[in-house]
């Protein structure tokens, strides 16, 4: 797994245009696992703070209690014509009050804050010229692979 900081290291292109799909719009779709497995979606917002990507829950929610017991989760960027953005991985709770306000959080706040730990993010554009879909996919270590598909 990796930080927002690492994607940005590794991937600088790749990791700019995921950004700008999340800073487009205040709110994107989180994917987190119910108790017995099934999918559960749910809106959010994300911002970027130091070395990471961080979100938030309000006090008691069940994306946080599902968070908490399987930290596994999807964010989808709020889709533009030409394309979507995601990143995957592992949300960590910051808990610590000095962890809490490096992620813009208020450490006295009974809201969540969550870390995102990337297992990899996708690019998905399209080519209208050329009539191709293309997917830009990062993994931590493996650099990106472009796919592209009529």
Known sequence: MATWLDFENEAPELAAAVKRRFQQHESHVLATLRADGAPR???????????DLTFGSMPDARKAHDLQRDGRCAIHAHPAPDGDAKVSGTAVELTDPAAREAAGADPADTSHAFRLDLTDAV?????QEQELLIVELWRPGHGVHVTKRR
Request: charged share 10%.
């Open 123 to 127: 690019l998905t554009s399209v080519d």
């Open 41 to 51: 979606v749910s809106g959010s917002e994300v911002a970027f703070h130091g070395p």
